[in-house]
């Protein structure tokens, strides 16, 4: 996937930081989701309770990614990091020291976590803006691979719960976050060249670009799947097979994994390929793997096998969407970040929490599911209506790079 000349051609420590970074601010972005069932259990949830539970961190990780895209471009990736990794810690020991002890402060806590959210808006400028284009998916499927943080998550936190107590496990994550903080701080470098500081309303203009509002859209599928998933797989398969929280835990551990090996991969084959043309695919292949799933499969390994497929897909979407961005944004890529990034968690929020709200009134997850399938279709035509425009305008002026 890499060869000397991506190697020559950024910084890799800096990359290795980048990827460290997200790979510890997902894993603690995603607890509560691994944890929603001993959570739910102890404080008497009802499923729309959880749903909003495992959705709240990802609705604050998102508001807060435009805002962490913003500080991006005024102070550099570097120091904006370093803050939010400040808050993350922070909010890791008091929920340990102090203990969480009703819903609303469940709440409160998600809102908090969602500061880890918010590094996907930090991670991806401090590697995007040490390559030249023709390497930016692969660059930023590594550093975006990060988000296999939830597996670590999805694999320790319940069998962590069970043994020690949920609150606990927040203690134990600070100690992984606190080495990687310290890692941070002594490889990243912030790239040499950054594009020159605007206005705050400067920044809004993207918003008149109507392809800003495609790209956020393709990421809130992409992106809005996979974190949705990630979070509320656990109590799906609690729910819906009887799994216990811990067996619940490997199988959703197993899709996140295969969501965020992929992304990488899915970079360097938009790299390859063009992100237009493997996003045409991968956008398939999610909408028919969700259908599938959502007439509830007899046994649980039929149904973890249809989410694995969609989670490939979607985290390979997730390296492609990424693999354009930076082609069309490059001046502003800290702020399309912060925007792309944002609807990608408002997604993964409106996911999660209406999976809760399906079972909640229906009885059933199959709404919820098959209205993302839509949704996948959807992104499909939007795709295919702009592709031949893409590439015959700005795409035509990319050298080596293809879209």
């Known amino acids: ?26 894993m603690v972005w995603a607890l509560l989701g691994p944890l929603g069932v001993q959570i739910a259990a102890e404080l008497q949830l009802n499923a729309a309770q959880k749903g909003f539970m495992v959705a709240v961190p990802i609705l604050s990780g998102a508001l807060l990614r435009l805002p962490a895209g913003i500080l991006v471009d005024r102070i550099k990736p570097k120091l904006t990091g370093i803050i939010g990794q400040v808050i993350v810690l922070s909010s890791l020991l008091g929920a340990w020291i102090f203990g969480v002890h009703g819903y609303l402060q469940v709440l409160l806590l998600g809102v908090l976590l969602g500061v880890a959210g918010a590094s ?8 995007s803006r040490w390559y030249p284009p023709e390497y930016q998916g692969t660059a930023l499927g590594i550093a975006g691979a ?66 800003a509002w495609w790209f956020m859209f393709f990421y809130s599928v992409t992106f809005g799947g996979f974190s949705g998933l990630a979070s509320s797989l656990s109590i799906y398969f609690n729910s819906e097979y009887g799994l216990s929280p811990v067996v619940a835990g490997y199988f959703t551990a197993a ?66 969407v990424f693999q354009i961005v930076p082609q ?32 909640q009134i229906s009885g059933s997850y ?36 293809r879209i």
């Not at 994550?173 to 060249?193: E, M, Q, S």
């Not at 959807?378 to 015959?392: D, H, N, Q």
């Open 1 to 26: 996937m890499t060869d000397r000349a991506f190697l020559k051609a950024g910084h890799p420590p800096t990359l290795l930081a980048a990827f460290l970074y997200f790979d510890m601010a997902f």
């Open 146 to 211: 990060g988000n296999s943080g939830t597996v670590f998550a999805a694999l320790f936190a319940p069998s962590l719960a069970a043994a020690l107590g949920w609150t606990s496990v927040f203690g134990l994550a600070a100690i992984p976050v606190g080495i990687v903080f310290v890692i941070y701080l002594v490889i990243a470098r912030d790239a040499p060249n950054p594009p020159p500081v605007k206005s705050l309303m400067a920044y809004l203009t993207v918003l008149k670009i109507g392809d």
């Open 328 to 359: 069309r944004f490059r001046a502003e890529i800290g702020v399309m970040t912060g925007l792309v990034g944002m609807t990608g968690g408002v997604g993964g929020f409106y996911l999660a929490s209406s999976l809760g709200l399906s079972k």
């Open 255 to 320: 899709c996140v994994f295969a969501g965020s090996l992929v992304r990488p991969i899915g970079g360097a084959l938009a790299d390859r390929v063009g992100g237009v043309r493997a996003l045409t695919v991968l956008y398939i292949i999610a909408a028919i793997a969700v259908t599938l799933v959502s007439f509830r499969p007899p046994q649980a390994w039929m149904a973890l096998t249809l989410f694995v497929a969609a989670m490939l897909a979607l985290g390979m979407g997730n390296g492609s």
């Open 366 to 401: 199959q709404p919820g599911l098959l209205v993302f399938a839509l949704l996948a279709l959807l992104a499909l035509v939007g795709l295919t209506s702009i592709k031949r425009r893409w590439r015959t305008t700005w795409g035509a002026t990319l050298g080596l790079a």
């Open 120 to 127: 996907f808006a930090v991670a991806l400028p401090l590697a």
